[in-house]
C-alpha cells in the first residue's frame, strides 16, 4: 500500500468512500513517508498519535456514513495556524515552546469536515521570508533539484515547508498563508497548485499574524481540484474576524471543468521585465495560448502602477508587522530573557527571540511609521496601494474576467544563493504576487512547465474579488494542458 | 466666555489668566469590554476576566461591543456634540507591561463624536459655557500592580481593554472653580445617561488637565499636562498649584518648558514626568485588523429618541413647572439621584401643582441638611420619598402645621412609619375646631390683661399671643385661626 501517497485527494476521497483502505492506512503511510524525509526538514512538528486517533475517528464516521467532506484526508499545518494543544511558534524563537488553548478558525473547519493533523509545517520566521531561509528550525529542502545537480534548492516562501511536504507526497495538502506570495511562490517553485483567496475569505483569527491587511489563508495542493476541496472547508464568514466577508461560501470544486469558453483574460503589459528569462515568457505565451484553444478571449491590459507596488509592498507589511510583533515581548508568554528592569527585558528577549529578517522588519516599519515619516513612507504606500487596487478595478470594468501572469520571476534557486548580501534581491522573487495582495484579490499559481534545468514553473491567474470559481475552471485547463508533475525521490 | 465669570491670578507684574483643557477618562458601562467578550465587574480577583484577545494570544482579534459603541454615541448626544456616522480605530504604539497587544486601540484622526458644548453654573448664578472637542473610544490598560513583591511589579489583566470614553475639552476652563464645575457637570450628565459611573474613587473617571497661563486677552502659553487625577479637589489644587508655579516662573524671567506632570496630593504640588523631548512617538496608524466604524443616522435618531431627560432639561422643567428658583432646581438637578427623589416625592403628592415648590424646599432644606450632617447619601436616606410625600401632604392639606411636620420628619427619621398614621397615633393634628382655639386664646387673654390692653397700642407684640396660644396648644392650632381669633378679640 506504499503507494498510497502518491492519491491525489480527490482520489483518496474515492478509495475511503469505496472502502478501498482505510484513513488510518492512508494517514500511515504518509507518516512513514514523513519519517523519511526528514531530510527535507518540511515538518517541525510530527503528531502522529494525534494523526491516528484523528485517522481512527474518521474510519469510524466513514463506517457510520457520516463522514465530513474531508474524511479521513491527512493534512499538514503551517506552523502559523493555532493548534489546540499542540505547539504552534511560527518557526520563531520567541514563541519557544508555546502551546495554544485555542485552534484557529481556518483548521478547526477542516477537522470539523473530518481531515486529519499529521504535524506542523516549517515557514519563514514570523512568515517573513521568501526561500523559507528565516526560519528558526532551519531551511527547508525543496524536493525538485536541478538536472544533474545534489545541490539542495529552496521550496520558496514562506509556506517553504506546506509546499515541499505536498510535493514530495508527505501530505495530500497543506494549509499556508498569503501575504505577498508565501502561497503562490513556492507552489510555482515545487509544481503544486496553491490559492491565495479574496482577502476575507477566511477567517484570520488563530493565525499568527505578519501583516493583517495583507494576509490570508489558503491551501497548497497536488492538483486544481484538491485545492478547490480544500479550500471550500477553509473558507468561510467567522464573526470572530470582522475582516472576514459574510458571503456564502460556494462549492468551488462545481467549477472544475467548466468551460472558460467566452472569457476575457488580460495580460498586462507591465509584467514584462526587462531581463525576465525567455523560458518564463515562453511559458507565460504557451498557458495563453492553452486559454485560448479552451475557448478563451485574450486580451492585452494595462496595470499602469505595478512598478510601485514591490515599494509599496515593504512598507505597508513591515509597518502592520512592526505592530503586530509587539506583543511578543516577554512578558506574558513564549521566551523570557533575563533582565533587570523592563526595558532590558523587552531588549534582551526580542533581540534573541527574533531573527535578522524579522528584526529588519520590525526596523523598518517602526521607522516608516514614526513622526515626520508616516506622511512621506506609510501614508503615500497606502495611496498607491489605492491606485494599483484601481488598476485591477478598471480593468475589470473593461469586461476582462481574469488577469495571466507569470507566478514567480525564475525558478527555485538554492539555499543560501539569494538575498545574503542584498534583502531586495530576495525582495525581488514578489514582484508578481504582491499586487494581488495589495489589492485583495484572489490568485492561483498552477503548475505549467520546466525550465531548462528541469525546474517546475508556474503561471499565476488573478480573478475578481470572491471569484475564486473562475480561477478554479481556469487553472484546470492550464493543469490539464501542461500535465502534473512530480519530483524524483532523492531524499 | 466672557471674563467677567472667571477669577484672575494676581502676580508681581499685574493679573494673571489661567487657559485649562481638559481630557476626560471616563469608563464606558457596559458589561462586557470594548473589543473582547470578557466581563468589565469590578474587583474580581486579579487576572479573573481576561480573554485570549486581552492578553494578545498570538493570532487573536478585536471585535466591537456594539454596545459600547452605543454608549459613546449616546454620551456624544448628551453634550449636543456632532456624532460621527464614521469614525475610525487606530493603534497607539508603545511598550508598556500594562498593555499587552503593544498598542492600545483608541481613535486618532477620525473620532465617533465631534465637537460639543457642556454649561456651567458657577457660584452667583453665573455660566459658562465649555467646548467639547472630541470624543473617542479607546481601551484601558490593565493594572500594574508594585509594591505586592520586592524585587517584581504584577500585572493584573482585569481591566485590561475595558472601554474608556477620552472626552476632549476645548481650553475654554479659566479657573480651579470652573474646572471643578466642568468635571462635576460632566460627571453629571454620563451618569445621567448611564453611560459611566463616574466613581473616580475606583477609577472609572480620571482628568488629564492642560494648564497655562497668560496675560489678559494676549497669546498663549506654554502648556504643562497633568496626568491622572482622580478627585475634583485634587483637580482645583492642582490646578491652583501649577498656575502660581508658571507665574512664578515666568515672572523671575524663566520659561515654562512643555512637560508632562504628577499631581502629589500628600505635598499638594506638582512635578515633572517626563520633557515633551522624552514623549512618546506613538506611531499611530489605522489598526487592520478593524474595519472603520460605521452605523446609520437612524441609529443615532433611535438612540436619541430613548435618551433620558438631561440635567439642564430637567432644571428649566423644574422651574417652569413648580416655580423653583433655579438655584434651587440646580441644587436637585445636580446628581440624578437628587433629580431622581425629588422626582418620586413629585409622583406622589396628591397635589404636586400646588406643593411642588414646597416639597423641593423639604427636599433641599430637611432631608439633604439632615443627609449631609449625618454623612449619608440620598440613596440610602432613612426617610423615603413615599415618607416625605405624605409629610408634604399632611401640610398642604392643613392637616399639620409646618412646624409639627419638622416633629414628625424627625420621628420617620428615627423611627420609620406611615407619617399619616403616627399623626392619628400620636395626635399630632393640627387643631382648626375653631371653638377650641377659642377657648384657649380667651384662657390666654384672661390671664393676661394688662398685655392685652397693650396690644392696641403695639400691634407688633401680637405675635406674643400667638406664640402663648400655639404653646399651649402644642403646636397643633391652626396659626391662621389662631391669628384671626386674637385680631378680633383683641380688637386689632
Known sequence: MTDLTSLTLAEARKGLADKTFTSLELTDAHLSAIEQARLLNAFVLETPDRARAMAREADAKLARGEAGPLAGIPLGIKDLFATKGVRTTACSKILGNFVPTYESTVTSQLWRDGAVMLGKLNNDEFAMGSANETSCFGPVGNPWRREGSNTTLVPGGSSGGSASAVAALLCMGATATDTGGSIRQPAAFTATVGIKPTYGRCSRWGIVAFASSLDQAGPIARSVRDAAMLLRSMAGHDPKDTTSADIAVPDYEAAIGKSVKGMKIGIPKEYRLDGMPAEIEKLWSEGAAWLRSAGAELVEVSLPHTKYALPAYYIVAPAEASSNLARYDGVRYGLRESAKNIIELYENTRASGFGAEVRRRVMIGTYVLSAGYYDAYYLRAQKVRTLIKKDFEDCFAKGVDAILTPATPSAAFGIGEKGGADPVEMYLNDIFTVTVNMAGLPGIAVPSGKDAQGLPLGLQLIGRPFEEETLFSLGEVIEQAAGRFTPARWW | ?492
Open chain 2, 1 to 492: 466666555m466672557s471674563t467677567a465669570t472667571h477669577k484672575l491670578l494676581k502676580g508681581a507684574t499685574g493679573d494673571w489668566e489661567v487657559v485649562i483643557g481638559m481630557e476626560i477618562h471616563a469608563q464606558v458601562t457596559s458589561n462586557s469590554k470594548l473589543f473582547s467578550g470578557a466581563s468589565t465587574a469590578f474587583g474580581g480577583e486579579p487576572n479573573t476576566q481576561v480573554s485570549l484577545v486581552d492578553a494578545a494570544m498570538p493570532g487573536m482579534l478585536p471585535v466591537i461591543n456594539e454596545e459600547c459603541v452605543r454608549q459613546a454615541v449616546r454620551t456624544g448626544l448628551g453634550l449636543n456634540a456632532t456624532i460621527n456616522l464614521r469614525s475610525v480605530f487606530d493603534r497607539k504604539n508603545y511598550f508598556y507591561p500594562d498593555l499587552p497587544q503593544g498598542y492600545q486601540i483608541s481613535q486618532y484622526k477620525s473620532p465617533i463624536v465631534g465637537e460639543g458644548e457642556v454649561l456651567l453654573e458657577l457660584e452667583g448664578g453665573r455660566t459658562a459655557i465649555v467646548g467639547i472637542e472630541r470624543l473617542h473610544l479607546e481601551q484601558d490598560p490593565a493594572k500594574m500592580l508594585h509594591d505586592k513583591l520586592p524585587s517584581q511589579s504584577l500585572i493584573d489583566l482585569n481591566r485590561c481593554g475595558v472601554a474608556l470614553m477620552e472626552i476632549v475639552s476645548k481650553p475654554d476652563i479659566r479657573d480651579a472653580e470652573q474646572a471643578k464645575a466642568y468635571v462635576t457637570k460632566l460627571r453629571s450628565i454620563l451618569r445621567y445617561l448611564g453611560t459611566c459611573d463616574g466613581d473616580m474613587e475606583k477609577g472609572s473617571l480620571r482628568a488629564d488637565v492642560n494648564v497655562s497661563v497668560r496675560k489678559p486677552g494676549g497669546p498663549l502659553g506654554t502648556r504643562c499636562e497633568i496626568k491622572n487625577l482622580n478627585s475634583i479637589n485634587f483637580i482645583g489644587q492642582a490646578i491652583e498649584y501649577e498656575a502660581r508655579r508658571q507665574i512664578e516662573i515666568i515672572e523671575d524671567g524663566g520659561k515654562i518648558d512643555q512637560e508632562t506632570r504628577l499631581f502629589d496630593a500628600n505635598k499638594g504640588e506638582t512635578r515633572s514626568l517626563r520633557s515633551k523631548e522624552e514623549a512618546h512617538d506613538y506611531r499611530y496608524f489605522p489598526d487592520p485588523d478593524l474595519l472603520p466604524l460605521e452605523f446609520s443616522q437612524s441609529f443615532v435618531d433611535e438612540l436619541k429618541a430613548k435618551l433620558p431627560e438631561l440635567p439642564d432639561q430637567k432644571k428649566a422643567r423644574f422651574v417652569a413647572d413648580f416655580g423653583l428658583s433655579a438655584y434651587d432646581a440646580s441644587v436637585l438637578v445636580a446628581e440624578r439621584e437628587s433629580a431622581m427623589f425629588y422626582e418620586s416625592v413629585l409622583d406622589r403628592l396628591a397635589n404636586r401643582t400646588r406643593d411642588g415648590k414646597m416639597a423641593a424646599n423639604w427636599v433641599i432644606n430637611e432631608l439633604f441638611g439632615r443627609l449631609n450632617k449625618e454623612g449619608r447619601d440620598i440613596t440610602d436616606s432613612p426617610v423615603n420619598a413615599e415618607q416625605l410625600a405624605a409629610i408634604i401632604d399632611l401640610i398642604g392639606e392643613g392637616t399639620i402645621s409646618g412646624k409639627i411636620a419638622k416633629d414628625l420628619f424627625e420621628i420617620v427619621w428615627q423611627e420609620g412609619g406611615d407619617p399619616r398614621a403616627l399623626v392619628e397615633s400620636r395626635g399630632m393634628k393640627q387643631v382648626t375646631d375653631l371653638s377650641a382655639i377659642e377657648k384657649v386664646v380667651d384662657g390666654i387673654i384672661a390671664a393676661n390683661p394688662d398685655k392685652a390692653a397693650q396690644v392696641k397700642d403695639k400691634p407688633q407684640s401680637l405675635g406674643w399671643f400667638v406664640g402663648q396660644v400655639m404653646k399651649s396648644s402644642g403646636g397643633k392650632a391652626n396659626p391662621q385661626a389662631v391669628n384671626e381669633l386674637l385680631k378680633s378679640k383683641l380688637g386689632i
